[in-house]
């Protein structure tokens, strides 16, 4: 269940953080970067079924989207997108809630996975989706090769045109490991229909999205 915890915040603590705050972003904006110039790590096709990875928002809500359209025969909750190994959900360091989405390509396109991961979020939401904020619940998008950073790239090109002043804010890195989160977070929408978080965050959020792609929605 996720937690929302307000502290209060001491005069004093509150400006050191915010004497911190600069050397902070920058630490992160030269990891990132870093990461950036990693090569990719290719997934290998099994039994006809392509690999995906995309990070947005709770694992709950992104899993519940793919797991709606038609092609993708599973989608898998877990964390990418940092260094830390063997993340846990208590701490997985700088590691993003992701979703590892396992589809058939014959019957849905990388491209079209990419789609659903733009409509089914708020594109220009930095850190977060919703309610659930910060650099666990930041928005990745990631490439195994350079035929789908190009088609990545030309979408958030395509996009951008759009939004005026507003940019896409998700980042776009290169996959390297992703790890599966414990086995009481697989499935959680459709395990825990009666979760508060889940029916007002999960749920309006997956039938925002089903009224966007009719077409791409399993029968």
């Given at each position: 269940m996720k937690k929302y915890i307000i502290l209060p915040l001491l005069a004093l603590t509150l400006a050191l953080s915010q004497a911190c705050k600069p050397s902070n972003e920058k630490n992160r904006t030269e990891e990132a970067l870093a990461q950036q110039q990693l090569t990719p790590v290719q997934t290998e096709m099994q039994n006809g079924l392509k690999r995906a990875y995309f990070?947005?928002?709770?694992?709950?809500?992104?899993?519940?989207?793919?797991?709606?359209?038609?092609?993708?025969?599973?989608?898998?909750?877990?964390?990418?997108?940092?260094?830390?190994?063997?993340?846990t959900y208590e701490n997985h360091g700088d590691n993003a809630e992701s979703v590892e989405v396992i589809y058939d390509p014959e019957l849905v396109s990388f491209s079209q996975l990419v789609d659903v991961y733009f409509g089914s979020q708020n594109v220009t939401?930095?850190?977060?989706?919703?309610?659930?904020?910060?650099?666990?619940?930041?928005?990745?998008?990631?490439?195994q090769n350079l035929e789908e950073k190009k088609i990545i790239d030309e979408k958030i090109a395509a996009l951008n045109e759009?939004?005026?002043?507003?940019?896409?804010?998700?980042?776009?890195?290169?996959?390297?490991?992703?790890?599966?989160?414990e086995n009481y977070h697989q499935d959680y929408e459709k395990n825990h229909p009666e979760n508060p978080y889940i029916q007002n965050v999960s749920i309006p959020r997956i039938e925002r999205f089903k009224k966007k792609f009719p077409e791409l929605l399993k029968e």
């Open positions: 990070a947005s928002g709770c694992f709950w809500c992104v899993e519940a989207v793919y797991e709606s359209v038609k092609g993708v025969k599973e989608a898998i909750s877990g964390y990418s997108g940092g260094k830390m190994k063997n993340p939401q930095v850190n977060g989706q919703g309610p659930d904020r910060g650099e666990s619940y930041r928005s990745i998008i990631f490439y759009t939004l005026g002043n507003e940019k896409v804010a998700a980042q776009v890195m290169p996959f390297q490991k992703f790890w599966d989160a």
